[in-house]
């Protein structure tokens, strides 16, 4: 079997390229890297006269044609497009040539409107791949999705042997202190990650745990007034702004953090949309064998156990926030013991063999399906 993958940009890091990566990576593993070709968008998007993130009509005409004529001429047996932007293209493949296709649903970029043509290709695709059940849920809510083919591809995160050792070295004179970590972009349009909730949350923390430290690992146009209102709360000394860090720093605050959280609160109806279509930041932390704190609403409860892997919470209520966080800090062991359940469960479903293994079975059904092997 040939699979032809059409993917957006992949020249940054990010959750989709991670994901087209991997994706690849698995595809060459059980077909053979002969049978695998990527094709990817040339050009970065750039921003328009609206202030949103598009490409321009002769990118998008370039990679028609370069998409359409690697069809025509590799014949692949199966297009697989890695964004919901791409799934047009796919279409227009099948009407020339027949070969099925399928689309991969990540979250906020199908929750919300996409237009008739991208809602077209979501229906006449042969499979969508969602990563989590709450993305095709909302994406079905919007756009009539009913009786498609679905089928469940979550993302994978491993970390590799040397990365697990305790990190050392740390010289601040809080260490040691109960950690809690938070990481993600500070950024105005993404608030919903909930820095705010937790900075409310804190000043309750601190009367019960007075040496904590709150942590704050990422940057954005937003960190200013997080900054200002943590001074507000009279609690800016036990919170630490890290910015952004490199791969070797962010383990490093993983390995020595106690808890990590996240409070992101999901709304898929808002326009834009707001949340998070997986969470593969809690993935990280409990890779890291940490216990999380997490949404009760949204995709992230959907691999989360509350009370086996950390603790799900209201996102919106500083006081449900507080009342996890010092139950995670004031009970050192349970902690830990919920850590190494999490570093376990990742392990065991979410690896990249894991992932390997789910998608040769989604490949087999198709195949059977055609009365083909592979």
């Known amino acids: 079997m040939k699979v032809l993958v059409l993917a957006p940009p992949m020249g940054a890091t990010g959750g989709i390229q991670n994901y087209t990566k991997t994706l690849v990576r698995a595809l060459e593993q059980i077909l053979g890297a002969e049978n695998v070709c990527l094709r990817a968008v040339h050009a970065e998007p750039r921003l328009n006269s609206s202030g949103e993130l598009s490409f321009s009509s002769g990118v998008k005409a370039r990679f028609l044609v370069a998409s359409l004529m690697k069809a025509i001429l590799w014949r692949p047996q199966l297009v697989i497009c890695a964004h919901v932007g791409i799934a047009?293209?796919?279409?227009?493949?099948?009407?020339?040539?027949?070969?099925?296709?399928?689309?991969?649903?990540?979250?906020?970029?199908?929750w919300g409107e996409i237009g008739a043509a991208k809602v077209r290709a979501l229906r006449s695709a042969a499979r969508l791949v969602t990563i989590s059940q709450f993305t095709f849920n909302a994406t079905n809510s919007r756009n009539n999705l009913s009786g498609a083919n679905v089928s469940f591809l979550p993302p994978s995160f491993s970390i590799k042997d040397e990365q697990k050792a305790p990190e050392s070295g740390f010289t601040e004179p809080w260490i040691g202190a109960p950690l809690v970590l938070t990481v993600g972009r500070i950024v105005a349009s993404e608030r919903y990650k909930g820095h705010d909730v937790m900075l409310d949350a804190w000043p309750a923390v601190l009367k019960r745990v007075p040496d904590a430290i709150y942590c704050i690992v990422g940057d954005g146009d937003d960190r200013a007034r997080l900054a200002a209102r943590a001074r507000d709360l009279n609690v800016a000394d036990s919170v630490k702004f890290e910015g952004a860090v490199s791969g070797e720093e962010l383990r490093g605050w993983?390995?020595?953090?106690?808890?990590?959280?996240?409070?992101?609160?999901?709304?898929?109806?808002?326009?834009?949309?707001?949340?998070?279509?997986?969470?593969?930041?809690?993935?990280?932390?409990?890779?890291?064998?940490?216990p999380v704190v997490g949404p009760n609403y949204g995709a992230p409860g959907e691999f989360i156990r509350s009370g086996e892997h950390g603790l799900l919470v209201n996102p919106s209520d500083p006081v449900e926030v507080a009342d996890a966080l010092v139950e995670l800090l004031e009970n050192k062991e349970h902690a830990e013991q919920m850590g190494r359940a999490a570093r376990a469960w990742v392990s065991q479903e979410f690896s990249e063999e894991r992932f390997r293994q789910r998608l040769a079975d989604i490949l087999k059904t198709d195949a059977a399906t055609r009365g083909e092997t592979i």
């Open 88 to 110: 047009p293209v796919g279409r227009i493949i099948r009407q020339v040539m027949g070969a099925p296709y399928w689309v991969i649903l990540y979250g906020i970029e199908v």
């Open 254 to 290: 993983y390995h020595r953090c106690r808890v990590f959280a996240m409070p992101a609160q999901t709304n898929p109806d808002l326009s834009p949309p707001r949340g998070e279509g997986f969470g593969i930041v809690f993935l990280e932390a409990m890779a890291y064998g940490k």
